[in-house]
């Protein structure tokens, strides 16, 4: 009865702002991993991922339903997500991820793999509230690397109430990718298509990652994320997926940061972006609320014609928003010619980036918008509060890049840096 009274308001609670459209029948099949598939709650000590995948088959073969996760703690990794299958996870459910030592991995895949089919009207979503992904226990160690969820080949899709509890590992902890086996005039899904991503959380990210991260999309929703201790909320750096690559009609609402590098980052790279419209933006102690940069074509792609620096399209729009100055920012190296003078010595080493491309310090400003002439974004109803430089919006030629040893000529921290640069090389 328990489970029945959660779908029915899973159902109500439906979709507001996407293109999503649920397909979760209450009155469907619903299976227990647990009861069914003989689930154990074992602290994480066993890796059941076979348990879980075998489950993921079977309700899709039976043509769909709802797959419940009980509440508990387990091990998981490398799991595909099929068509039609709805994976509920109970509330404050504690998943660890099977990661071996040494590997790339992920926690779910949607579409994912080489050759993979594209899969449609599937949600991976807390059952009465966030359920939690945690390896905080791992650390930032070169040559490997976690995500809990890839998009990829997959059309009408819901995430929803994910805590992640990160420890500054290598990728952002969702991502959205195109494929790379199918050209766009060829039709088919081949980029993550008409989903709704809300209420999601991470703490302690990369600063040079965050929860978010998308290369391609269309048509998706996001809604209240949250990006603690480290990293970029949002960030739609589109540099990667080739010709698939790009992002779509994407919206989003309500994203917060705090302690970490920015809540929005919109850098097209070689893309050409469609329309992203975002309403609600705070940050509290972050180097930047909110950072624009041009398009560029990389050098490895430059002989191709059919590439040209990249945009978003015009109408592209973030409003409404709102900086609070702090002291424990996440700052890039390359970025340093924009703290003013007074900060410089406030700047110090962040244990926790071991490839020293960052340092900690006093908020920088609200608005960094580097797009010049490239492309040209709507930045409407920007505040803040304690900041005494840079409290509106930083356009292009206001600053000007600066060698960061330089300005860092005299400081302690710079044979700090030097010094820890030195052991990573070793």
Not at 60 to 79: N, Q
Not at 130 to 138: A, E, L, Q, T, W
Request: aromatic share 8%; net charge neutral; hydrophobic share 35%.
């Amino acid at each position: 009865m328990k489970y029945v009274l959660l779908m029915t308001v899973f159902v109500m609670a439906a979709v507001v702002e996407a293109a999503y459209e649920e397909t979760m029948d209450p009155n469907g099949l619903t299976m227990n991993l647990r009861t069914d598939f003989g689930l154990v709650d074992d602290g994480a000590e066993s890796n059941q991922s076979e348990q879980l995948q075998k489950a993921i088959d079977e309700v899709s073969a039976k043509g769909g339903g709802r797959l419940i996760v009980p509440k508990g703690v387990y091990r998981f990794g490398g799991i595909n997500l099929k068509s039609n299958v709805h994976l509920l996870i109970e509330k404050d459910t504690i998943i660890k991820p099977y990661w071996p030592e040494g590997t790339k991995t992920i926690v779910f895949g949607l579409g994912t793999g080489r050759n993979a089919e594209s899969i449609e009207n599937v949600s991976i979503r807390g059952l009465g509230g966030k359920f939690i992904v945690d390896y905080s226990d791992r650390g930032s160690v070169a040559g490997e690397g976690i995500r809990t969820i890839n998009c990829r080949k997959v059309k009408n899709f819901m995430l929803s109430d994910i805590d992640v509890k990160d420890s500054f590992t290598t990728y952002s902890a969702f991502i959205f990718t195109p494929s790379r086996d199918r050209d766009v005039e060829s039709g088919g899904v081949f980029r993550p298509t008409d989903g709704l991503v809300r209420n999601l959380r991470s703490t302690n990210s990369s600063p040079g990652y965050g929860l978010v991260q998308m290369h391609a999309g269309e048509t998706i929703h996001f809604e209240n994320l949250e990006a603690i201790g480290g990293g970029v909320t949002f960030r739609l750096e589109t540099g990667a997926g080739g010709h698939n690559g790009g992002v779509h009609d994407i919206t989003a609402k309500n994203l917060y940061c705090e302690n970490g590098s920015t809540a929005v980052l919109l850098g097209p790279h070689k893309a050409q972006n469609g329309v992203v419209k975002i309403d609600g933006v705070t940050v509290k102690s972050c180097a930047f609320a909110v950072t624009m940069g041009p398009g560029y074509v990389e050098k490895r792609n430059q002989s191709d014609e059919h590439y040209k620096p990249g945009v978003f399209s015009d109408g592209t729009t973030v409003k409404n928003i709102h900086a609070i100055f702090g002291t424990n920012a996440a700052i890039a190296l390359k970025g340093l010619a924009n703290v003013p003078e007074e900060y410089l010595k406030e700047l110090r080493f962040d244990e926790n980036d071991r490839k020293i491309k960052r340092v900690r310090g006093p908020s920088i400003g609200v608005v960094r918008d580097r797009t010049g002439d490239s492309w040209h974004p709507i930045i409407e109803n920007v505040t803040s509060e304690g900041f005494k430089y840079n409290k509106g919006i930083m356009s292009l030629a206001e600053k000007q890049p600066r060698n960061w040893k330089a300005r860092l000529k005299g400081l302690p921290l710079l044979e700090e840096i030097l010094r820890n640069q030195k052991k990573q090389e070793e």
